[in-house]
């Protein structure tokens, strides 16, 4: 990512990976071999990506979206079964989204990449160039902003659409949420006016709103579409990851804490391992047991702590308040500690959980929990020293007023929060 400080590092681990010099550090003081990291490539998504690559080829699915939460791997596996697919004889047709994307700006990239393709007639040429200028007046002009000439348009380059070149083409959107509304309307109607098309995108399960809806509502009404759902990688993913990024097959017991640590989520895993070799375990280390801190890693911590750069005022003095609690949340205790009504708090909820900090239980519905312990984690060492020992002391009086009161909260918990808040609590 371009905003990533450790970039360039990370592309010069990459790039020793190639070259086949990735153990040519210098030796650590104490003699030791230090470990250097390389790109392990597509782990623990091989299986997902054969199954549906199978099933494209068999034609039994002609449109597929994976589906996950933001860092899960889900762009990895699209680009990976969309590699695949064009050694196949099929031709792509890309488009990147991001927020706020004029009207057909996805659809433009579509044609813009249609025109790009060698393999086009003169004619072809031609028309895509008209299609691009009307493109670039619809964005600017408002005539299209009535239905029936939006319409009319899009009608217009859905038909036209199967003149783009060869015969089988393949579009290929990554994150879908973020497409144009005005784009997905010329999408729905090309994939069906065009039965030799195929569609491969990725879609954010942490968006909401409007074009997260019409994204979903695309493939409830294609023909022979699936959303695949990326989940988070198995414990022997994990060790298999560690095997390729280090060159070594490491010790079961690194690979059952940073499963554990990571929850399996690709993006925490990639940050704590590199967290890790730039503390200095060394290359031998990896396949001894391991000393392991629970680490959190710079810019882990300030990736997760970004989701909540948007929340107001009630949703920020929630998870500033939920941070403290460890598990499962208790919305009777949240509402005493943060002084909201039942309504209020599950309001703040929705938003958390619009900015991908909280998730509702599905096993108990009512409840709610983080949707990660690094995430509660990154809340909390983000709170400033003062704010949190205050925070600590009022989760303090609160435990102990619920114990005298037979509330079921023992006064461990009240002492757990006053050693917390020292020493304000002295």
């Not at 550090?25 to 998504?45: F, H, I, K, N």
């Not at 309001?347 to 983080?370: C, H, K, M, V």
Request: overall charge negative; some cysteine.
């Amino acid at each position: 990512m371009s905003n990533d400080p450790d970039n360039g590092h990370r592309n010069s681990w990459k790039e020793q990976a190639a070259t086949g010099s990735v153990f040519d550090e210098p030796p650590l003081s104490d003699g030791r071999q230090p470990a250097t990291l390389r790109d392990p490539g597509l782990v623990g998504r091989e299986p997902l990506v054969e199954r549906v690559q199978s099933a494209m080829h068999s034609q039994a699915v002609r449109c597929t979206c994976f589906s996950g939460s933001s860092g899960i791997g889900k762009t990895l596996a699209a680009k990976a079964l969309v590699a695949r697919l064009e050694t196949t004889g099929w031709s792509v047709l890309a488009a990147s989204c991001y927020p706020d994307m004029p009207p057909l700006a996805t659809w433009g990239q579509i044609v813009d990449a249609a025109s790009a393709d060698a393999s086009v007639s003169p004619d072809t040429e031609e028309m895509l160039r008209a299609e691009q200028q009307q493109l670039s007046a619809a964005q600017r002009g408002s005539a299209v902003a009535r239905d029936v000439a939006r319409r009319q348009l899009f009608e217009r380059l859905a038909t036209r659409a199967g003149a783009y070149g060869p015969h089988r083409r393949l579009v290929w959107i990554d994150d879908l949420q973020w497409a144009d509304p005005d784009s997905v309307a010329v999408l729905e109607r090309a994939m069906r006016a065009q039965p030799h098309w195929a569609l491969v995108a990725t879609l954010n399960t942490e968006a909401t709103g409007e074009g997260a809806a019409r994204a979903r509502q695309l493939f409830v009404g294609l023909d022979r579409a699936t959303v695949v759902e990326v989940g988070p990688l198995h414990r022997t993913d994990v060790a298999s990851y560690l095997t390729r990024a280090l060159g070594v097959a490491p010790y079961d017991g690194w690979v059952r804490a940073l499963h554990t640590r990571s929850g399996g989520h690709p993006l925490f895993l990639r940050e704590l391992v590199q967290a890790l070799v730039d503390r200095g375990v060394a290359l031998d280390q990896w396949t001894r047991a391991p000393e392991f801190d629970g680490i959190m890693p710079p810019l882990l911590r300030e990736l997760l702590q970004r989701r909540g750069a948007h929340l107001g005022e009630a949703a920020t003095r929630v998870v500033r308040t939920a941070c403290l609690l460890e598990g499962e949340l208790d919305v009777a205790l949240l509402c005493e500690l943060c002084d909201f009504s039942r309504s209020e708090l599950l309001a703040s909820f929705d938003e958390l959980s619009r900015a991908g900090i909280l998730q509702a239980r599905t096993a108990r519905p009512g409840q709610w929990q983080f949707v990660h312990g690094l995430v509660r984690e990154a809340f909390y060492e983000g709170l400033e020293a003062t704010e949190r020992a205050q925070l600590h002391l009022r989760a303090a009086a609160v435990f102990t007023d619920r114990a005298a009161r037979g509330g079921g909260f023992p006064l461990v918990q009240a002492a757990h929060h006053l050693r917390q808040a020292l020493p304000l609590s002295e």
